[in-house]
Nanobody
Framework: QVQLVESGGDLVQPGGSLRLSCAASGSIYSFNDMGWYHQAPGKQRELVATIIFRGTLSDVTVYADSVKGRFTISRNSARNMMWLQMNSLKPDDTAVYYC???????WGQGTQVTVSS
């Protein structure tokens, strides 16, 4: 089993920045990808960014078009931490952000990000 715990959500003004963290524990070698999703009220959960582990090769990162150039996904070499650096935040980024691993097999409980003046 894998446990994922997100942190870092907050209320921030438009144009501001936040850094979300996801701590993984348990069978962390049972997956080779992690990702961030968000879900706004009344909307479906959507992929924000994903990072694919490739052993000795560099990770592959993929971003939703809406966050390209503003958000950066990263993780540590121990495979137990992942981050989402969010810059130039917009009100449309307001959502609950979820950490996921193993192609959606594992999920965290979510952290609220609110972008508002």
């Amino acid at each position: 089993q894998v446990q994922l715990v997100e942190s870092g959500g907050d209320l921030v003004q438009p144009g501001g920045s936040l850094r979300l963290s996801c701590a993984a524990s348990g069978s962390i070698y049972s997956f080779n990808d992690m990702g961030w999703y968000h879900q706004a009220p009344g909307k479906q959960r959507e992929l924000v960014a994903t990072i694919i582990f490739r052993g000795t090769l560099s990770d592959v990162t993929v971003y939703a078009d809406s966050v390209k150039g503003r958000f950066t996904i990263s993780r540590n070499s121990a495979r137990n931490m992942m981050w989402l650096q969010m810059n130039s935040l917009k009100p449309d980024d307001t959502a609950v952000y979820y950490c996921s691993a193993g192609g959606g097999r594992y999920w965290g409980q979510g952290t609220q990000v609110t972008v508002s003046s």
